[in-house]
């Protein structure tokens, strides 16, 4: 099966399974120093707002990166995953001391949780798998209602405009011939479902979430993977801290593969 034939697949949980028998989620955040840039970003700010004893969902876990990272600096952690192969890369990684209670299922259902219960709710992967606007609102508001009062939301998207430059990076034909509107510049949502930061901010705050840090998480990382790569420790540190230092600007927010929200309800 190729990435057209799962375009044709209409069940939804399905259509993701199969997506990541495709696309190999074990190993996209550490794979280098470039894949490292996302991870790292979000990592530095979820650590802004955990307390000592804070409760961590992680829903749509993927291959458990970012809820290893927190059960092994002692914090419980709670982590939610649909796809099949996610679930046993993430089954394989996990030690007896790790205190995570995983376990599998779609990210619209998040009725195993109590309301107000997490000091920090993680939903880095399910807003780009759910094409219905009614679902992507669920998610949201099942995320919102299990967190905690004062407690923080982290929500990611994959940003519109800088794909069209990746993909073009890969193929030298994507302007003319790339899978998006020639006129209005929006992708097909395929295999992802793809956000500008406008559309982004919008879906949060008709849910009434307050918006805390709109972030570029992964930036021009993707488009300079050969240059970052190459770059000895000094130098990539270095980097990192430029990357810090515009990760918010909003002149550069569109600028990225991957958006992250920070919120409250």
Known sequence: MNIKDIYKIEDETEQIQKIYEFFD????????????????????????????????LDVGAGAGEYSLYFARRGYAVSALELADRNIQAFQKKIQKQDKIDLVQRNALDLSRYASDSFDVVLV???????????????????????????????????????????????????????????????????????????????????????????????????LLEEKINQMDEDSYRQYLRYHWYICEKPEFLGMTNHLLFVGQK
Not at 25 to 54: H, M
Not at 196 to 221: P, Q
């Open 25 to 56: 989620e074990d190993k996209r955040l550490n794979r280098s120093k470039a894949a490292q840039v996302e991870f790292l970003t979000n990592i530095s700010y979820i650590e802004r707002y955990l307390k000592p004893g804070a409760k961590i």
């Open 124 to 222: 880095f992967g399910p807003l780009y798998h759910l094409h219905k606007e009614s679902d992507r609102q669920k998610c949201i508001e099942e995320a919102k209602r299990v967190c905690k009062p004062e407690g923080v939301l982290f929500f990611a998207f994959i940003s519109n405009d800088m794909v069209i430059l990746t993909e073009f990076v890969n193929n030298k034909d994507y302007f003319l011939k790339g899978d998006y509107n020639k006129e209005t510049f929006r992708l097909n949502d395929f295999p992802f479902v793809f956000a500008t930061a406008d559309r982004a901010r919008e879906m949060l705050l008709s849910r009434k979430i307050k918006i805390l840090h709109e972030v570029a998480s992964d930036g021009v990382s993707e």
